[in-house]
């Protein structure tokens, strides 16, 4: 079959092109495609031309590309974006209309937990995630909830390390983190204080029957987080009401 | 060069299968994507098994496929994605708040209105549009706005029709529709009264030096729909200033 050289498909090539493209870097220019990619400048030029005429990538008044429009339109059709639409947004709206603070919706993909939707005002406080990011599990509310609800093994392992300190109040002692983790386990919540970012706080559950997790982040001086739990709790129960009478779309993301 | 065959390079058949997913074919199975390409079998077979691997289709329990999960995370990265969340969210989760009713923001794709995002909750009317789904322009509040806003021979080419008749209710007299797209654009403000969908009224306004319009859904008997004028006026003022401080991504689909 031709397409194949170099090692790599011409799929291949084009997909890891695509793939250059990640949080830190959203805009590249074709040497920086080229050099993430490993890929020669001319190949790689003839590639990007045909990924910006389909739109896969989009081109920049400065000549640097982006992931492009179509990109984004198909990646709504992926089901665990109906998933967050449908089952999870309006129990989010509701907690998001309860509390004003940032709600989050979390699975876990490998070692880390990728933000699935995130609600916010003008009122809440700053935060690190955005949607299709990924944060640390040990650091957050919602991957430490998501850790309580891994496979043994997962966890086993995922303690062992090593557990990255994020802030000064990061748990990275192995024994620690395994007693958070169990209490998370049989309490049915987790929460953080200031592990993840200095000046917040967060308090997550799992939504029961799916992969993923739910959870709020607010400002440190607010103290009283636990009293968003029953909410936290009714809304995590709602959704996976809803999920049950849809297909087998877990949310988590492997 | 490798990778040509068949009139169409490997690159554009493999853009060609993930093309062949839509909102009216979010799942498809490996016969589908060959007979909806017109790409050989064995050669749908390969692409597919190669696209699976890098997650831009996945595989469901039944054996068809759907977008993948990386599709989606990479979309996160596209510009149009982030003037939404940045600019546009906390403004739309204000306007939630005061309507209640649902909250959308739609670009102009061509002759259709592409929806950008949607706010809805439980309380809400249910409606037809779909993030990343696309609707007529003249049959939406937010297409109306659109149009009143579009370059003039684009107006003029898009009222000579053919307009589709969605109710009986759709204007589809292009005088009549001429002389409502010019009162929008005097007036500043765009309805529309089941035009779309029984049961349904719409509100929307352009957000000024983007190509987005920011709207309303409501149930039809709430015949006020006019008072959420100045509300959707500030928000949309709003989203302009924040989106003039960054740097220019036109929530504009083209």
Known sequence: MGGQFGGRSVTGRALAILGSFDAEHPRLSLSDIARRTGIPLSTTFRLVAELEQWRALDREADGRYTVGFRVWELGRLAPVNGVIREAAMPFMQDLY?????????????GDEAIYLEKLTGHRAVPILSRVGGRLPLHATGVGKALLAAAPVAFRAAYLRGPLVRVTPYTLVDPARLAREIEVVR????????????????????????????????????????????????????????RLDTQPDHCAEAR
């Open 97 to 109: 209309e309860l509390t004003r603070e940032n709600v989050h919706l979390a699975g876990r993909d």
């Open 186 to 241: 049989r309490r049915g919540w987790a929460r953080t204080s200031e592990e993840m970012s200095l000046g917040s706080c967060s308090v997550a559950v799992n939504v029961p029957g799916t992969g993923a997790a739910l959870g709020l982040v607010v400002h440190s001086v607010r103290r009283d987080l636990d009293r968003w739990v029953p909410a936290l709790q009714r809304a995590a129960a709602g959704m996976a009401r």
